[in-house]
T-cell receptor, first 113, second 117 residues
Framework: AQKVTQAQTEISVVEKEDVTLDCVYETRDTTYYLFWYKQPPSGELVFLIRRNSFDEQNEISGRYSWNFQKSTSSFNFTITASQVVDSAVYFCALSSNDYKLSFGAGTTVTVRA | GAVVSQHPSWVICKSGTSVKIECRSLDFQATTMFWYRQFPKQSLMLMATSNEGSKATYEQGVEKDKFLINHASLTLSTLTVTSAHPEDSSFYIC?????????????FGPGTRLTVL
């Protein structure tokens, strides 16, 4: 069975602060895929990143960065210099080759001006 | 890029009625679509896998007779909530997979908010 744990329920920061969202996963598969999605109040899921299990390279995209560590089964997400528009619920998710996504509980990020 | 649409975006119905939600892939053919459900302030849970031309496969705990899924064409999957009750009120989201390729993302629809009175 696959499991994704996002231990942080809510995070509140002031604009321009950095915020790191933790994600720990469990799977028995040797090949798997990790994702981060953003869900603004509108409800629509916004894809942020996909990472394959065999690719441990960290990635940076603008103010977003991701740290994938297989040794600790973690796939953490950092928003640098947060902005009010970053306020949303962020989900970490895991899938195997069947495309079925197992989502974490989500972390609500509130960025205050 | 690939776009998935859902209709309606929101629906309010009376208890006991049936509601149909459509999921369409607008610019690609999808042999596989998924239906997720999200209760308020909770995560998304996979309900079922919709396969074009065959029966849907349901996740454990999801009543197949209550949530009827039909994937009649390569661009359309429908979810019908039969005899809806207030506890079925939720946000229903579909997703579509481009066959033979799993690239950067699974494409999600914008969701349908169902409220059962």
């Amino acid at each position: 069975a696959q499991k994704v744990t996002q231990a942080q329920t809510e995070i509140s920061v002031v604009e321009k602060e950095d915020v790191t969202l933790d994600c720990v996963y469990e799977t028995r598969d040797t090949t798997y895929y990790l994702f981060w999605y953003k869900q603004p109040p509108s409800g629509e899921l916004v894809f942020l990143i996909r990472r394959n299990s065999f690719d441990e390279q960290n990635e940076i995209s603008g103010r977003y960065s991701w740290n994938f560590q297989k040794s600790t089964s973690s796939f953490n997400f950092t928003i640098t210099a947060s902005q009010v528009v970053d306020s949303a619920v962020y989900f970490c998710a895991l899938s195997s080759n069947d495309y079925k996504l197992s989502f974490g509980a989500g972390t609500t990020v509130t960025v205050r001006a | 890029g690939a776009v998935v649409s859902q209709h309606p975006s929101w629906v309010i119905c009376k208890s006991g009625t049936s509601v149909k939600i459509e999921c369409r892939s607008l610019d690609f053919q999808a042999t596989t679509m998924f239906w997720y459900r999200q209760f308020p302030k909770q995560s998304l849970m996979l309900m079922a896998t919709s396969n074009e031309g065959s029966k849907a496969t349901y996740e454990q705990g999801v009543e197949k007779d209550k949530f009827l899924i039909n994937h009649a064409s390569l661009t359309l999957s429908t979810l019908t909530v039969t005899s809806a009750h207030p506890e079925d009120s939720s946000f229903y989201i579909c997703s579509a997979v481009i066959p033979g390729r799993f690239t950067d993302t699974q494409y999600f629809g914008p969701g349908t908010r169902l409220t059962v009175l």
